[in-house]
């Protein structure tokens, strides 16, 4: 009888206990550029959309990101992109070499882009608005949030105040911060009591949308005192400014969130919980047209919007830099967050594969 409860015991274990930790990662942050087009990523900035700006004038435009020739001119638009991950990790999405991403939701704006990515799985039946509606299903950020080793130690800090309904922060219990609202902590240090007297202080161009530093700093402030083993950071300026037609303020926020990320990867490789251990995936949530007007905007209209990318930088991704074949999508960066992290992610579905080039065997 008793061996008879062992066996039992045994099998529940190796069924609830996901797979053994094989690889080097053990802490993961997902990094989102809300309407972020491949286009600006892979070739920089536009010379023909110059000339469209609005309210947010930049006089430099050209000085600060124009070069003749493209290598040079991405460099310059996305320094940390193509200096860093370019040589230590890869690059996915330069249609014009051949390799290709694309969104498989056939809603094409951010709801049902967030969700795929997170769930593994387009749900055109469910999700296809922007409300704040919780979400009925089951994400990665969640599954981790449900395994004794990560409990906790999940967190998403968001510019667009409608993450707390796509991560359902009510069911997942996931830690997610967001919009104007200042952070709330038994015990905020210096840099925290700063950020929200600036918040509580400067006006809000970008109305329910918090402007991407907050978002960063104050994410960069919890990483330091809590240790987060998945983190997410979901920017937004570049949606908003492109849907205003700021094609300024656009490459501007592309140029500042890529420092953020460099910031951001200098912490992780100074700090002894995350170095050489933490990997950073970075994608969009869809793309966006392709000529003078068609770029400000994207949606079913607009069939060239479901075209993203995304990169990895991290101990277990070959240093392969720009990848130049093959198909991929976005239902597949939850599935590869979770074997980046040695355990399996089976969603609720069918979701897509990990992504193979991505985690060394
Ligand atoms: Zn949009």
Redesign the pocket.
């Known amino acids: 009888m008793k061996i008879y409860y062992l066996i039992i015991a045994f099998i529940l274990a190796n069924t609830i206990v996901p797979a053994q930790q094989k690889t080097k990662t053990e802490n993961v942050i997902l990094i989102t550029l ?2 972020m087009r491949w286009q600006e990523v892979f070739n920089g900035a536009d010379s023909s959309f110059m000339r469209q700006q609005q309210h947010l004038k930049d006089g430099n435009l050209k000085a600060k990101y124009w070069r003749n020739d493209l290598t040079e001119r991405r460099k310059a638009l996305f320094p940390f992109f193509w200096n860093t991950i370019a040589t230590q990790g890869q690059l996915y999405g330069n249609r014009a070499i051949g390799s290709k991403v694309d969104i498989t939701n056939n809603q094409l ?2 709801y049902p882009g967030y969700n795929e990515i997170l769930t593994g799985h387009a749900d055109n039946e469910r999700i296809h608005s922007n409300d704040k509606m919780y979400n009925p299903n089951k994400n990665v950020l969640e599954y981790f949030n449900s395994l004794p080793a990560f409990k906790n130690k999940v967190a998403a800090f968001t510019s667009w105040d409608v993450f707390p309904f796509i991560i359902n922060d009510k069911r997942s219990g996931v830690y997610v911060s967001t919009g104007w609202e200042p952070i709330k902590d038994k015990k905020l240090n210096d840099r925290e009591q700063m950020l929200n007297q600036l918040t509580q202080s400067l006006p809000n161009p970008l109305g329910d949308v918090r402007l991407d530093a907050f978002t960063f700093y104050y994410g960069m402030e919890y990483m330091k005192k809590n240790k987060p083993r998945v983190m997410f950071f979901a920017f937004d300026e570049t ?2 400014f ?2 205003g037609g700021e094609y300024a303020a656009y490459l501007n926020s592309a140029h500042y969130t890529d420092r953020f990320i460099s910031e951001l990867w200098d912490f992780i490789q100074s700090d002894p919980t995350y170095k050489n251990k933490t990997t950073i995936i970075i994608t969009c949530d ?1 793309g ?1 047209g392709a000529d003078a007007e068609g770029w400000k ?3 079913q209209k607009l069939p060239e919007a479901t075209q993203i990318w995304f990169a990895f930088l991290g101990p277990d991704t070959p240093s392969i830099g720009e990848v130049k074949s093959g198909q991929y999508y976005q239902n597949q960066i939850a599935k590869t967050m979770a074997a980046l992290l040695g355990v399996s992610f089976d969603g609720e579905g069918k979701i897509g594969d990990a992504i193979d080039g991505v985690v060394k065997r």
């Open positions: 809300d309407g704006f951010s949606d908003d492109a849907h869809h966006r905007h994207h949606g």
